[in-house]
């Protein structure tokens, strides 16, 4: 490559990535945390999953206690699982029988626990683990500016990928084995940015090219629809496959209703291994009435192997759309490998626990980047007002990132000690605390005092959330071990190890600030 390439690679790659650099940072640490969404909600919940990303065997209970409320003859139902927790998800269609008297006519969406049969909104079960699940793509934002900004961060971060490559890739092999703390600091951190950026390379790539693909998708299908489908939106979501069955209402109620657990049970039984997420039922109680079962073969058995089987109650016609047994279509293998690459469920505690691991060296390439930014400008031939104004922004970066971390353990302590909080409680605190943090860090015009200071803070917080579990479940750690409280447990000991993680770090800061 001649210079003049390298050149303009080079100020692509530093252009691109410091314009994106806080959002970039925000997008992976609330990513690396939202690899454990679920065992955060049970945790403060203090309830474990019944069974990972299954329906209760049992769902007729659910159904009838349901029904009470809000009468479910001639409704859609979909009951869904979205994730390894305990609540189910269900959406009610409005009442197709104008004869049905209800207080409740319309559609209708709530959480329901399949043990206690307590229901909640959206808003009354929201949870620090949603919080941090959704801030990584910047839901905070007005819809959908948020999933707009974090697609195209995830696009532009992808080109600095591609870009940093170009540059390293004549002294790809040697950099990645140079790394020089005694030497002057930005070689340092030269160092640093280079081979924890090799080694997170595939991780990068693969979380910015499926984080585009999610966030912008809407973007691609729009033109789509507009110049092969006419501007027919429902045919493209349709031959997508993101259209919910649908069949006419016959006003002829059936004789019995019939129970659902059979039909789960014929499933489950047709396709051992299998794990029902998803159950929907049009026309409940009439001679249309149809049942369709989804979910897919358990991840150990194989990766990608989507199941849909539906049933026409009258007849008793069982129709198989899609057999996990088979070979997948391309359709499937392209959303279904896109998902499970993002969230990293397919092997369990160790492939989070390393994807948690990539995610912050992505953060602390992340920080590297900005550092060897602001040290190849601090030099005597820069004019004093450039400058102050390159440490200025710098400065800004670094408390804007840096405090997420002591804010986000803090946070951990306040909602299990205040449990439950409202959706608005944990925005509120989060945020503000967060801005508070950042403006004091930002106030002491000290960089190095703005890593101690998280570092430190983060670590003691870090300690305190399974204290604060005990003073309030008063079971620890390995009491919940030995229950088989598997993933309240999880949070307790991945908070201690992370605390003493960044505690070692802070004291070798301070030690080299102190030398």
């Not at 979205?82 to 269609?93: D, K, N, P, T, W």
């Not at 948690?356 to 060296?361: A, N, P, R, T």
């Not at 003073?471 to 000991?493: P, R």
Request: proline share 3%.
């Amino acid at each position: 490559m001649n210079n003049r390439l390298y050149n303009l690679f080079f100020n692509l790659h530093t252009v691109s990535g410091i314009v994106i650099s806080v959002a970039l940072y925000i997008i992976f640490f609330a990513g690396s945390f939202s690899f454990f969404r679920d065992d955060i909600i049970a945790w403060e919940r203090n309830q474990n999953e019944l069974s990972a990303d299954n329906l209760p065997a049992q769902i007729n209970p659910v159904l009838d206690s349901i029904h009470e409320r809000y009468n479910l003859n001639s409704r859609d139902i979909t009951l869904k699982t979205y994730y390894e927790e305990r609540r189910i998800a269900v959406s009610l269609g409005a009442l197709k029988d104008s004869l049905i008297t209800n207080d409740n006519p319309g559609a209708q969406f709530f959480y329901i626990d399949p043990l206690t049969y307590k229901q909640q909104s959206y808003a009354e079960s929201y949870t620090l683990g949603e919080f941090l699940y959704r801030l990584h793509f910047l839901t905070q934002f007005f819809y959908p500016v948020g999933y707009y900004i974090s697609g195209f961060v995830a696009f532009f971060f992808l080109f600095a990928i591609l870009t940093g490559l170009l540059i390293h890739w004549k002294k790809i092999f040697s950099n990645f084995y140079t790394f020089r703390p005694l030497a002057k600091l930005k070689t340092m951190w030269t160092d640093a940015h280079t081979a924890l950026g090799m080694i997170g390379l595939p991780f990068q790539f693969v979380l910015a090219v499926s984080g585009a693909f999610f966030m912008l998708k809407v973007l691609l299908l729009t033109p789509a629809a507009v110049s092969l489908y006419g501007g027919n939106e429902a045919a493209v979501y349709q031959d997508l496959e993101f259209d919910v069955p649908s069949y006419n209402f016959e006003n002829k109620r059936l004789k019995k209703t019939p129970k659902l657990d059979s039909y789960l049970l014929k499933v489950r039984d047709d396709w051992p291994g299998f794990n029902v997420n998803e159950l929907v039922i049009n026309n409940y109680g009439d001679q249309n009435m149809h049942i369709t079962v989804k979910g897919h073969q358990d991840y150990t058995e194989k990766f990608n192997a989507p199941g849909t089987s539906i049933f026409a109650v009258a007849s008793g016609e069982n129709t198989i759309v899609k057999n996990p047994y088979s070979d997948a279509s391309y359709l499937d293998s392209v959303k279904n490998v896109m998902y499970r690459l993002h969230f990293g469920d397919y092997g369990g505690y160790l492939l989070r626990i390393i994807s948690f691991l990539l995610g912050i060296i992505t953060c602390v390439v992340i920080i590297s980047g900005v550092l060897i930014w602001l040290l190849s400008r601090d030099k005597k031939n820069v004019p004093l007002k450039k400058q102050k104004f390159y440490r200025r922004v710098a400065l800004t970066y670094l408390a804007i990132c840096l405090s997420m971390y002591p804010v986000t353990a803090l946070s951990f302590v306040v909602v299990k000690l205040a449990y439950p909080l409202t959706e608005n409680s944990i925005y509120w605190f989060y945020l503000i605390t967060w801005a508070l943090a950042s403006a004091y860090l930002i106030f002491k015009k000290d960089r190095g005092n703005c890593i101690r200071f998280s570092l430190l803070w983060g670590s003691i917080f870090g300690f305190i959330v399974p204290i604060a579990n005990y003073s309030i479940t008063k079971t620890t750690f390995w009491e919940n071990l030995s229950m088989g409280n598997y993933q309240i447990a999880f949070v307790d000991v991945f908070w201690i190890a992370l605390a003493l993680c960044t505690l070692f770090a802070y004291l070798k800061v301070r030690k080299k600030t102190n030398n």
